[in-house]
């Protein structure tokens, strides 16, 4: 079945960049998600990408996926104590269902 | 913005008991979702509905769940008879199509 792995912890200083890296298994994923959790909140959906693509930008964010490799990470530029929260990397596929199958998270730390 | 809304935030409930889990998918989204995390694992499957039937569910979604779409805005989740392990944060998650999908903030339900 679907898998996607996620290194648990990443601690950086504020203003350094971070890059949360994730893997898959399902080479039939469709899109490809990263999920923003903060404490004692709901997942909030930061960005996509769909699986023909290798890189997407959204300000701060920069999405970069190797299908080869079945690699996926989130690099989030000048990274800021509001950051910190834990991020879900999540696949897509599953025919129409269009389920996702999330990794277990990674808890970013921003340290000041 | 539209959301999706769950309700209630926390429901605590005796094993045995029934629980009705509430959520307000976004109006023009046409496929449905229940998700749930147990504390400090993954986000799981348990549910998706599309065209007012179940189209695709997990192993953890037996007999004593059951999803519901009462009326043109509501979706429902009940557990029959709650078990101790039920205890978890349950997320309803709405779509349009294939690209994004939105959770709601969630319902953490603790079985006593």
């Known amino acids: 079945g679907e898998d996607v792995e996620q290194s648990l912890f990443l601690s950086v200083r504020e203003g350094d960049s971070s890059v949360i890296n994730c893997t898959y298994t399902?080479?039939?994923?469709?899109?490809l998600y990263w999920y923003k959790q903060e404490p004692g909140a709901g997942l909030q959906l930061l960005t996509y990408?769909?699986?023909?693509?290798d890189m997407k930008q959204d300000q701060r964010l920069t999405v970069l996926l190797n299908k080869k490799d079945k690699h996926l990470s989130l690099r989030i530029a000048d990274t800021q104590t509001g950051d910190s929260a834990i991020y879900f990397c999540a696949e897509g596929s599953g025919g129409s269902n269009y389920k996702l199958t999330f990794g277990k998270g990674t808890l970013l730390t921003v340290n000041p | 913005e539209p959301e999706v809304t769950q309700t209630p935030s926390h429901q605590v409930t005796q094993m045995g008991q029934e629980v009705i889990l509430r959520c307000v998918p976004i109006s023009n989204h046409l496929y449905f979702y229940w998700y749930r995390q147990i504390l400090g694992q993954k986000v799981e499957f348990l549910v998706s509905f599309y065209n007012n039937e179940i189209s695709e569910k997990s192993e953890i979604f037996d007999d004593q769940f059951s999803v519901e779409r009462p009326d043109g805005s509501n979706f429902t989740l009940k557990i029959r008879s709650t078990k101790l392990e039920d205890s978890a944060m349950y997320f309803c998650a709405s779509r349009e199509g294939p690209t994004e999908a939105f959770f709601g903030q969630g319902t953490r339900l603790t079985v006593v």
């Open positions: 990408i769909f699986s023909n693509m």
């Open positions: 399902d080479s039939s994923s469709t899109y």
